[in-house]
Structures are given as structure tokens and as C-alpha cells.
């Protein structure tokens, strides 16, 4: 936001600018995750709802910091296919995308989960040392801004991060510091789940958003067998874990 000010000599509007084209790139993006995990027609179909979806659209109409999560979230795992393929050499820019994404929001932090999963799975054995430092420094890169606030205003994201990933976990699974169990909180966890879903598909005509979801299953049952090949094994793991963990 402060570059476009910067950039328009403080224009009150320029960061919603700034936003509409980061959505626009987004939408490309989005194409290019699609063609590159399985074929351009799914590329189209999957920008074209993107490009139309209502949860989306009041998203990049705001020129708030959240709303640049999908354009680095997608270039995160655009990068992260071709790790995948064997290109160690992006190593150091997966690492410092999922730095920045932890400064847009912490709870991208959910990412990493992603990565320890893929690692358990495909246990890499040519990763050597020069990998793990590239990726270190990437990311340590990425995250620079909260180092340097937090050595000068006693660590609250070093000591803070981990210590809320803790709590959060704590209170995913209904444990308390008192007799009051987080239980209660999960029929309105799952309405929540479900209007954030249906907001991004149809959140007013929730017969359609239902329909587009049972039909998204059942064609993914019917072609279960064309998926048996290796890079859409692991572009199907990919978009599972990617739901799956946050």
C-alpha cells in the first residue's frame, strides 16, 4: 500500500488500484496452476470461475493486505510443482515465497504443514546441504521485516508464533485451561466453513453451490482411473493437501 501511495503521490485510491491488478495477475495465475497441474481446459474453466466468484471479487476489491494471499499463494505452489518435478534450484524462491506469505498473514503458517506432509510422503534423497541452506536463506530472506522488528522489540514473533500455533492446536482438539470445552464452537466452526465455501461459488442460491459440489465429486469419481499416472497423482495431493491442511 505504501508503494502505491508512493508511486500516485498519495492518490486516496491508488492501493485499490494496486489490488485490481494483483487480482488480475491472480486470475492468470490461477490459469496456470491449472493448465500446469493437469491441462488448459481446466486452466480456462477454473480462472473463468475465479474471475466470477463472488467471495473473490469483494476480496480484491479490498485493499487490505489479505487480499494478496491467493496471488502468492498460487506462485507458491506454481514453484512448488516444480520442486516436486526435481528443480532443486527453486528451492530458494518456494522458501521465500512462504516468507512473505507468513508477513501478509500468520496463519499461512498452515503451509509449512503442507511441506512437512510432502516431505513425509516423497522422502527426497538427493536434497544435499546446498539445498537446505539455499532454502534457509530464502526464507529467512522472506521474513526479514519480523527479524528485524523482533530484535528490537524483545521477539514477540521468534518467542509469539510458535507459542500461538501451540494454543491454537490446544484448542482444536477441546482442551481448556478450565471446565468450558471448545466443543460448543464446532457447529459454528462448520457454518462458518460452509458460508466461506458457498461464498466462493453461489452464497445466496445454495441449491446451485450444493449441485456444483456433488457434480465436482462425482466427476472426480468417474475419472479416478485416468489419474493414475504419476504427475496427476501428485497434482491431485497437491490440491488435497492444499484444502486439506488449512
Given at each position: 500500500?505504501?508503494?502505491?501511495?508512493a508511486?500516485?503521490?498519495?492518490n486516496?485510491?491508488?492501493?485499490?488500484?494496486?489490488?485490481?491488478?494483483?487480482?488480475?495477475?491472480s486470475?492468470?495465475?490461477?490459469y496456470?496452476?491449472?493448465?500446469?497441474?493437469?491441462?488448459?481446459?481446466?486452466?480456462?474453466?477454473?480462472?473463468?470461475?475465479?474471475?466470477?466468484?463472488?467471495?473473490?471479487?469483494?476480496?480484491?476489491?479490498?485493499?487490505y493486505?489479505?487480499?494478496?494471499i491467493?496471488?502468492?499463494?498460487?506462485?507458491?505452489?506454481?514453484?512448488?510443482?516444480?520442486?516436486?518435478?526435481?528443480?532443486?534450484?527453486?528451492?530458494?524462491?518456494?522458501?521465500?515465497?512462504?516468507?512473505?506469505?507468513?508477513?501478509?498473514?500468520?496463519?499461512n503458517?498452515?503451509?509449512?504443514?503442507v511441506?512437512?506432509?510432502?516431505?513425509?510422503?516423497?522422502?527426497?534423497?538427493?536434497?544435499?546441504?546446498?539445498?537446505?541452506?539455499?532454502?534457509?536463506?530464502?526464507?529467512?530472506?522472506?521474513?526479514?521485516?519480523?527479524?528485524?522488528?523482533?530484535?528490537?522489540?524483545?521477539f514477540?514473533?521468534?518467542?509469539g508464533?510458535?507459542?500461538?500455533?501451540?494454543?491454537?492446536?490446544?484448542?482444536?482438539?477441546?482442551?481448556?485451561?478450565?471446565?468450558?470445552?471448545?466443543?460448543?464452537?464446532?457447529?459454528?466452526?462448520i457454518?462458518?466453513?460452509?458460508?466461506?465455501?458457498?461464498?466462493?461459488?453461489?452464497p445466496?442460491?445454495?441449491?446451485?453451490?450444493?449441485f456444483?459440489?456433488?457434480?465436482?465429486?462425482?466427476?472426480?469419481?468417474?475419472n479416478l482411473?485416468?489419474?493414475?499416472?504419476?504427475?496427476?497423482?501428485?497434482?491431485?495431493?497437491?490440491?488435497?493437501l492444499?484444502?486439506a491442511?488449512?
Open positions: 500500500i505504501g508503494i502505491a501511495f508511486f500516485s503521490k498519495f486516496p485510491i491508488a492501493p485499490a488500484y494496486l489490488y485490481g491488478l494483483i487480482g488480475l495477475f486470475t492468470y495465475l490461477v496456470r496452476v491449472g493448465k500446469n497441474f493437469f491441462n488448459s481446459n481446466i486452466g480456462l474453466l477454473t480462472s473463468l470461475v475465479y474471475a466470477t466468484s463472488p467471495l473473490v471479487l469483494v476480496n480484491t476489491r479490498m485493499p493486505h489479505t487480499s494478496s491467493p496471488f502468492f499463494t498460487l506462485l507458491f505452489f506454481l514453484i512448488l510443482r516444480k520442486v516436486l518435478d526435481g528443480k532443486r534450484k527453486y528451492l530458494f524462491i518456494l522458501f521465500f515465497i512462504l516468507g512473505l506469505l507468513l508477513q501478509v498473514e500468520l496463519s503458517g498452515a503451509l509449512i504443514g511441506l512437512v506432509l510432502l516431505f513425509l510422503i516423497f522422502r527426497p534423497r538427493r536434497i544435499i546441504k546446498k539445498d537446505i541452506m539455499l532454502s534457509f536463506l530464502g526464507f529467512i530472506i522472506g521474513v526479514l521485516p519480523f527479524i528485524l522488528y523482533d530484535i528490537f522489540n524483545r514477540p514473533y521468534s518467542i508464533f510458535p507459542l500461538w500455533v501451540g494454543n491454537r492446536v490446544r484448542l482444536f482438539f477441546g482442551l481448556t485451561t478450565t471446565d468450558n470445552s471448545t466443543v460448543v464452537n464446532i457447529p459454528s466452526a457454518f462458518r466453513i460452509y458460508q466461506q465455501s458457498a461464498g466462493v461459488i453461489s445466496f442460491i445454495i441449491v446451485f453451490f450444493v456444483i459440489v456433488l457434480a465436482a465429486i462425482l466427476v472426480g469419481l468417474l482411473r485416468s489419474y493414475r499416472n504419476l504427475k496427476k497423482e501428485k497434482s491431485l495431493l497437491l490440491l488435497a492444499w484444502l491442511v488449512p
